[in-house]
């Protein structure tokens, strides 16, 4: 949720300098002792994107430590991984590096590329989504839900949480999307930048997911 | 020039009523906002607190009066043990939560951080108002649960499973502990949304010249608070996920095999146990690697207030500046290494506990640090007694009151008769939550005319400083000696006839009198409330800077407009507490003035 | 008048907590009744030395509130930073701190250690709102419990499986624990429901009891007595009420307390048979 807001502001900044509020004119960054005007310190959209990320990280880590706990406990049974686990893998990774080829495409002016690597990101994205269900599905069948046993409950709370953030992720793809569609973004600039933080993250954060549950 | 860009920025502040004062998204809107719903959540917590005295200090007392008004918490005018443990969790949540986390961090740090770092706003206006109006729906889903099925939640404020997890383990652990879960997710998304927007705004939007070494220390707080905010909460959010899952759906988190409830063993209809495996300890350690460093959370803008407040009206620097932000850093680090401390005795590994022992003192060190920086800035200075000086010394008193009692709890062995005990109730009183209201009832008086631009009244100041701050010893002070006497927390009843220990009689009058100075408390901040609300539309009209204080925030006009500065944001050229220079021309040099006189000006 | 103000600022502070300490000094700690004295001995150094370091500074307090008020013709010294003194402010407190850890550390390890093998073993378990005690009987060893085995009639509250060989002897009771005066005592503390804290004021003894788990603490009574046990852990409604008796008996008097309670003619449970004698 707050990522979205802050992809807002993200598009609100250009309007507000151009209009009354002064806020372009003062502190410009760059001054000595200022505020750092250079790198990421010069970008507080994206600096919020990391912020924001750093907590993600700390839930996650919150959870891992309960696991770690958790998974010393005499009950533990592991569990098998559903295959299907490694194709959304696959799905999830190959729309990140999607989303890299529709950016190197967009600075490069080349709209028409970029718009189809776009869409092959969300797609990729929209299967591994779909296919998550679909590993929740096949375990269902073979009569694993999330009370049976300590590892199916982390499985399923673990992937859900995961999902959850990707949800948000598909909905503010869904906007830059509509975005690039109403040509509102201006090439060269590359539009996707925050998006793309918060995707790769996400990629790697499945992937160490992935580790933690069935892997480490 | 300057008056055209006035112009421009007023011309562009929203007009309309509902979205000047509602929907803000001003940063100093939002920050009032904040404040003011937290103040009022507070008279809640602050009556449900009289509420519990009550019933400690006068167990076998009836009050038909209470009974018809609270006829679910009553029955004959006595009242019901279940609504007494309604009673200390939902006083403990709001107050820590919803009061003291929201008032000090959420309300002045939106106020003061775009005036004090020098911006228009913060970073991402709208994620501010967003994080309001997530906030306000938090705290109405926490006060309903009063109303719902067998009540709000009772298993106490950290809410240990499996009693916050059997719905039938206490009457609050169906619908109300749902509720509380709920409502503390809704808080901790406001409170991320801010962290973010305090940690962009104060590390990215600041003026020219405003380094970080020029920063007033409650920016530094606020920067802490923020960055400690989003790294801790989440460890919550995790928990609180686990929990609402163990209550709901069946899963074995925190519940382990072997229940029996009320001799009736949870079991399976097959005969397996209905749980198996869980650990309560991971709960524990779940909720205090929040639980302490939202301890600093509360405690550091008050610590940061008092510093701004004791230099301005000591017409004195303060003291060591540089070993002030490095204790604030060392006891923000520090706080994620001692939360182990809260469970000497709950069965964890002890060698862990030996551990938490040692960061547990080391993180006395940087406190104690700065009692005597705040000492050191007093010495050779010209104290000006107006009302915000109280309570910055107020802060001063009480830190050093409830610092001292951490040493007895710090060492693990002493910590062992005295958990548990209202010796802690003390200790947590008087350094947390004291340091935390005086601190906000300090910045009130301080920073009243930037947030309202009229000053509040000293005389109705004074005497509400000293009322509290007598009636607040006279309240916690004494809980020290119950608590050595072996005087558990959060019992119904503790002397007989009601209550069931002998060892415990002796210590009744001690309650009563602790009753009393409460109730005098509570009484006191009527003071407050009037001489707020009276000020807010009636008070005498501030200057722009009525204290002739050297901070960024006094260059603007009381209150700021939108924009804040209706010029250029000022260039800043020095730290903000040059008072007193010598062969300057007035006791003070603004932020802003490029004279080449004090010592921290020019360009470091 | 705001002199006074100013003044009556620190004073307040340490001429009410001081009198007030002397006042309550009558409510310390309850008697001491067991060998864990040490503890007592760390929160009077404790005492002394916050008690000393809360009057200098609110003694400080006061005088610099009441010297350094404003008034005509006063002027505010500037001066802001001092390297040394600081470094020697940190320095003596980090110092003071470790003195108290090194003896809080010392006594932390003494009482969380290994029971010593000739102990006295019984198991307290909590539930909503008692305390059931058990005893090993003379083989020593505590039956297996089932939650499935709750039997309220026979007073089985924790579900003691008497098919167990080991559970033969056991002895049950609520809410009374007798010990031998002078035995190092070990307790085994468990809890079926929810959270409780075993705590024995007299003894210095607080362990919390946690379901799933067996958390375990030993002390040595020193004087023989009725002592209360109470819950100090939040549990529910009944929290308040959940009291025991901890009956400290000679030797002898212990183990025909033992024969009168259990099933058979036990001697003394103790860890290991032959130790009963000592």
Known sequence: MPAEALEDRAKETPTHSGGGRPESRCGAPGGDPGPGGTGILGDPALFGVCAFLGTVTMLFVGMTSAYMVRRASADWRPLAPPAILWLNTGALLASSAALEVARRRFRGWDLPAARTWVAVTGLLGALFVAGQYGAWRALAAQGIFLASNPHSSFFYVLTGLHGLHLLGGLAWFAAVASRLRRMTLTPGEDGLRLFAVYWHFLAGLWVYLLLVLFVL | ?604 | MSKLQGLSFGLATVVLVVLATGYFMRDWLPPLKSDRGAIDEAMAATLVVTGLVFIATNLLLAFVAWRYEDHEGAKAAYWHDNTRLEIAWTAVTAVIMFAFLFNALKLWADMTSEAPRDAVVVEVTGQQFRWVVRYPGKDGAFGKTDAAKVDVDTENYIGLDKSDPDAKDDVLMVNDVYLPVGKPAAVRIRSTDVIHSFFLPNFRVKQDALPGMTTKTWFIPKVEGDYEIACAEHCGLGHYKMKGQLHVLSPDAFEAKLVELGPAAPEAPAGSPNQASE
């Open chain 2, 1 to 604: 020039m300057a008056h055209a860009e006035a112009h421009a920025a007023e011309a562009h502040a929203p007009q309309a009523f509902i979205w000047k004062y509602v929907f803000s998204k001003d940063h100093k809107v939002i920050g009032v906002q904040y404040y003011v719903t937290a103040m009022l959540m507070a008279l809640i917590a602050g009556l449900l607190a009289m509420l519990i005295r009550l019933q400690v200090g006068f167990p076998e007392a009836t009050w038909p009066t209470l009974g018809k008004l609270l006829p679910r918490g009553f029955s004959d005018g006595i009242m019901s043990p279940e609504f007494y443990a309604m009673l200390f969790t939902m006083h403990g949540t709001i107050m820590v939560f919803f009061v003291l986390s929201t008032a000090p961090v959420s309300g002045f740090g939106n106020v003061l951080i775009p005036l004090q770092v020098g911006w228009r706003d913060m970073a991402f206006p709208f994620l501010n108002a967003l994080s309001y109006w997530t906030f306000l729906p938090g705290c109405i889903i926490i006060l309903a649960s009063f109303f719902v099925g067998a009540g709000a939640a009772a298993g106490g404020w950290t809410s240990y499973p499996p009693l916050s997890a059997l719905q039938g383990a206490v009457p609050g652990s169906g619908t109300g502990q749902t509720l509380w879960i709920v409502g503390m997710v809704f808080f901790i998304a406001s409170f991320t949304m801010g962290g973010l927007n305090f940690l962009t705004t104060i590390l990215n939007l600041r003026t020219k010249g405003m380094s970080l070494t020029r920063l007033p220390l409650t920016m530094w707080a606020m920067l802490l608070v923020a960055v400690l905010g989003l790294l801790s909460f989440p460890s919550l959010v995790a928990g609180c996920i686990l929990l609402l899952f163990d209550r709901h759906f069946g899963t074995s988190f925190y519940l382990p095999s072997g229940l029996i409830l009320t001799n009736v063993p949870l079991l399976n209809p097959d005969g397996t146990p209905l749980h198996a495996g869980g650990s309560p300890l991971l709960w524990q350690h779940l909720f205090w690697f929040l639980g302490h460093p939202e301890v600093y959370i509360l405690m550091l803008p008050a610590l940061g207030f008092t510093s701004d407040i004791l230099s301005t009206f000591c017409r004195k620097p303060i003291f060591g500046y540089k070993s002030m932000v490095g204790a604030m850093v060392s006891i923000g680090a520090l706080s994620f290494l001692v939360w182990g401390h809260h469970m000497f005795v709950s069965g964890m590994n002890p060698y862990l506990g030996m551990a938490f022992a040692v960061f547990t003192m080391l993180i006395a060190v940087p406190s104690a640090v700065k009692v005597f920086n705040w000492l050191a800035t007093l010495w050779g200075s010209r104290i000006q007694y107006r009302t915000p000086v109280f309570w910055a010394l107020g802060v001063v008193s009480l830190f050093i009151s409830g610092g001292l009692s951490g040493i007895w709890l710090g060492q693990s062995a002493v910590d062992i008769p005295l958990h548990d005990t209202y010796f802690v109730v003390a200790h947590f009183h008087l350094i947390m939550a004291g340091a935390a209201l005086f601190g906000v009832f300090g910045a009130t008086a301080y920073w009243f005319p930037k947030m309202f631009g009229r000053m509040m009244n000293e005389t109705l100041g004074k005497a509400h400083f000293w009322f509290t701050f007598v009636a607040y010893y006279c309240t916690f002070f004494p809980m020290h000696y119950i608590g050595i006497a072996g005087h558990m927390r959060r019992i119904y009843a503790s002397g007989r006839p009601i209550g069931y220990y002998e060892f415990l009689e002796p210590l009744q009058e001690i309650n009563v009198f602790i009753t009393r100075s409460a109730l005098v408390l509570g009484a006191s901040q009527l003071l407050f409330f009037v001489n707020f609300f009276w000020s807010a539309f009636k008070g005498p009209k501030a200057s722009e800077n009525p204290w002739n204080a050297a901070g960024l925030e006094w260059t603007t006009p009381s209150p700021p407009g939108h924009g804040n500065w209706p010029g250029e944001i000022p260039e800043v050229h020095r730290w903000p507490y040059d008072y007193s220079v010598p062969d300057a021309p007035k006791d003070f040099v603004p932020q802003t003035d490029p004279a080449p006189i004090g010592a921290r000006a020019g360009g470091h």
